[in-house]
């Protein structure tokens, strides 16, 4: 028996179960994210190589969640993989060229180099906490 009420049901809970996934950032959910990221890799860039969710969840958890750029926290359904060398420029799809970024810094990263985003963050008016983060506090001036 299978009335359009059950299917209603069933399909409330699948989607509780992938919002709880998302959320979580269970191993399920970076499955997903790597498998769209070599997808769209491969579609835009002809890159065969591919990263696994395993690999991604691990990055994930040994930076605590903390964008590489700016140091904040950011959640599993809103981290973005830069590939710290772009693609566009010769960089390479695997793990050691992924930083967990955030949404605001992944913008105005997109395809610059770390010099090049930091240009733009010191034009657009120096948030000092993105230069904290990648090069320690300055201790001289406590
Ligand atoms: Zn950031």
């Known amino acids: ?49 591919t990263i696994t969710g395993l690999q991604l969840i691990s990055l994930y958890r040994s930076v605590n969640g903390r964008c590489y ?17 772009s693609l566009k420029n010769g960089g390479a799809h695997n793990i050691s060229n992924i930083g967990i970024g955030c949404g605001k810094c ?15 963050v010191f034009d657009q008016g120096h948030p000092q906490k993105i230069f904290e983060h990648l090069y320690g506090r300055n201790n001289d001036d406590k």
């Open 1 to 49: 028996m299978s009335t359009s009420k059950q299917r209603q049901k069933w399909r409330e809970n699948k989607q509780k179960w992938r919002d709880n996934n998302r959320n979580s950032g269970s191993l399920q959910y970076f499955n997903e994210r790597a498998r769209y990221l070599n997808k769209r890799v491969k579609h835009h860039y002809g890159i065969d190589e």
């Open 69 to 85: 750029l700016c140091g904040d926290k950011v959640k599993p359904s809103e981290v973005h993989f830069d590939h710290k060398h």
């Open 106 to 120: 992944n913008h105005i990263k997109s395809e610059r180099s770390l010099d090049e985003f930091l240009q733009v």
